[in-house]
């Protein structure tokens, strides 16, 4: 976890992405550029992998979003481990949706949604590795740092 005084931790940088927003990732997770579009951004390494996501104007509801994405979701072998209103550091509508999924290989997702000044962006922090290394020590500490550490566009 970043220190009292913000350092970042040995190991971690804080990435400044270009549409505003900031977050504390491990150095071994390399900047994979945009995903789908031009609001959405790419991490990965060590086998996990993180899309930053964002749209300006946020829906009515972090959770009602995540239950309609479920409800149109075709993996292989799904299976919901959660699906559920959080809040999440300051912001109150925000959800959690954690699933498994894969045919040859089970991966692993949880995709945090939350939604920032007052409607104005809503997010998707949306992780991805084997389930296997999901508790992995790394990937834990990665993913812990960066909730920890995330900061939305002003």
Same mark, same amino acid.
């Given at each position: ?21 900031s ?8 900047d ?14 060590? %086998?996990?992998? &993180?899309?930053?996501?964002? /749209?300006?104007?946020?829906?009515? *509801? $972090? ?58 962006? %809503?997010?998707? &922090?949306?992780?991805?590795? /084997?389930?296997?290394?999901w508790? *992995? $020590? ?17």
């Amino acid at each position: 976890m970043p220190g009292k005084d913000g350092a970042v931790p040995a190991g971690y940088r804080t990435v400044h992405d270009a549409s505003g927003f900031s977050i504390v990732l491990p150095d071994w997770m390399a900047d994979m550029g945009r995903a789908y579009d031009a609001t959405s951004r790419n991490f990965e390494g060590n %086998g996990l992998k &993180l899309m930053v996501d964002w /749209t300006v104007g946020a829906g009515d *509801s $972090a959770l009602a979003d995540w239950q309609d994405s479920e409800r149109t979701q075709n993996w292989a072998n799904y299976k919901r481990i959660q699906l559920k209103g959080i809040t999440y550091r300051d912001w109150t509508n925000a959800a959690d949706w954690e699933w498994t999924y894969g045919s040859s290989t089970t991966n692993h997702s949880l995709n945090r949604g939350f939604v920032t000044g007052n409607g104005k962006y %809503g997010y998707a &922090l949306y992780w991805t590795s /084997t389930d296997a290394d999901w508790n *992995s $020590a790394a990937n834990t500490a990665a993913r812990t740092i960066a909730f920890a550490t995330f900061q939305p566009a002003p």
